[in-house]
């Protein structure tokens, strides 16, 4: 299996800018496809993005295309998240999830999560 370790959220003014990181160990992580999720108070956890395990196919939420990009470097196991032009709706606790088929969108078909960064958007 595979431990995951998110890092770099924060406070930003909204339209800034941050950069998640999620850090794997375990067993191959090139082995995975790996996807950003989020949960706002009293909300259920949402899709944000996914990523193939080549990094050759990558997926978007709508509210977030065009915005955030997410990459990864399989030879450092490390998962990128780049958000920019945040909005203050998009507070919430970020997670990155690890799943061993196809990258997908929903919760239910990622094995591997992570504790999860907190990214507050002051407006």
């Known amino acids: 299996q595979v431990q995951l370790v998110e890092s770099g959220g924060g406070l930003v003014q909204a339209g800034g800018s941050l950069r998640l990181s999620c850090a794997a160990s375990?067993?191959?992580?090139?082995?995975?496809?790996m996807a950003w999720f989020r949960q706002a108070p009293g909300k259920e956890r949402e899709f944000v993005a996914a990523?193939?395990?080549?990094?050759?196919?990558?997926y978007y939420a709508d509210s977030v295309k065009g915005r955030f990009t997410i990459s990864r470097d399989n030879a450092k196991n490390t998962l990128y998240l780049q958000m920019n032009n945040l909005k203050p709706e998009e507070t919430a606790v970020y997670y990155c999830?690890?799943?061993?088929?196809?990258?997908?969108?929903?919760?239910?078909?990622?094995?591997?999560w992570g504790q999860g960064t907190q990214v507050t958007v002051s407006s």
């Open positions: 999830a690890a799943t061993t088929g196809r990258a997908r969108t929903r919760v239910v078909d990622y094995n591997y």
């Open positions: 990523i193939s395990w080549s990094g050759g196919i990558t």
């Open positions: 375990g067993r191959s992580f090139g082995n995975y496809a």
